[in-house]
């Protein structure tokens, strides 16, 4: 059975930064590419970040670029989210995603989903 | 960036209702167009992929068409489960973009 579980989110100040993690178990890890897809407050979902097989390619969102770094440790099954500056904005829920190919870029279907972690920013 | 436009925005309907969603993209993205489920509080589920293909485990109400930039999901008899929000989402492009959601309630 496949496993994605979330973890690392909080309370934070703007401009303070977090780290999210996501476990993985269930299936081959290093056969896929991982996302973060993240989902504010009674709000709608938008992809953030997403992350090749072996790490040679990645991805960002406009609203995130320059400010987090995905990145992930295949001997761990584990996927990380770096976030820096942090912003009112990115009060979210983080969801980790795993892909159906191993590469990042287009053609990304998201078919497991973790249950989420919950980024608050605010003083 | 492509944007994806869902109509309506939410409906109301009765158990064994014939529901359908709709979805359109700003510009063509073939048939690289995946449906979601997402129920309060969960996290959100693939239903149907490439535009008509059903996802392992999902019930054969839901079915998907479509190609282009004009998608349409469809609950064949609505079933008390199936109350919940509907994305549609791109995969044509570097930077997957989901509609903004499709809320299904009960009559």
């Known amino acids: 059975e496949v496993q994605l579980v979330e973890s690392g989110g909080g309370l934070v100040q703007p401009g303070r930064s977090l780290r999210l993690s996501c476990a993985a178990s269930?299936?081959?890890?290093?056969?896929?590419?991982m996302h973060w897809v993240r989902q504010a407050p009674g709000k709608g979902l938008e992809w953030v970040s997403g992350?090749?097989?072996?790490?040679?390619?990645?991805g960002y969102a406009d609203s995130v670029k320059g400010r987090f770094t995905i990145s992930r440790d295949n001997a761990k099954n584990s996927l990380y989210l770096q976030m820096n500056s942090l912003r009112a904005e990115d009060t979210a829920l983080y969801y980790c995603a795993k892909g159906t190919i191993a590469v990042a870029g287009d053609r990304q279907v998201f078919d497991y989903w973790g249950q989420g972690t919950l980024v608050t920013v605010s003083s | 960036d492509i944007q994806m436009t869902q109509s309506p925005s939410s409906l109301s309907a009765s158990v064994g209702d014939r529901v359908t969603i709709t979805c359109r993209a700003s510009?063509?993205?073939?048939?690289?167009l995946n449906w979601y489920q997402q129920k309060p509080g969960k996290a959100p589920k693939l239903l149907i992929y490439?535009?008509?293909s059903l996802q392992s485990g999902v019930p054969s109400r839901f079915s998907g068409s479509g190609s282009g930039t004009d998608f349409t999901l469809t609950i064949s008899s609505l079933q008390p489960e199936d109350f919940a929000t509907y994305y549609c989402?791109?995969?044509?492009?570097?930077?997957?973009?989901f509609g903004q959601g499709t809320k299904v309630e009960i009559k």
């Open positions: 510009q063509s993205i073939s048939s690289y």
């Open positions: 989402q791109q995969s044509y492009s570097t930077s997957p973009a």
């Open positions: 269930g299936f081959t890890f290093d056969d896929y590419a």
């Open positions: 490439a535009a008509s």
């Open positions: 992350i090749s097989w072996n790490s040679g390619s990645i």
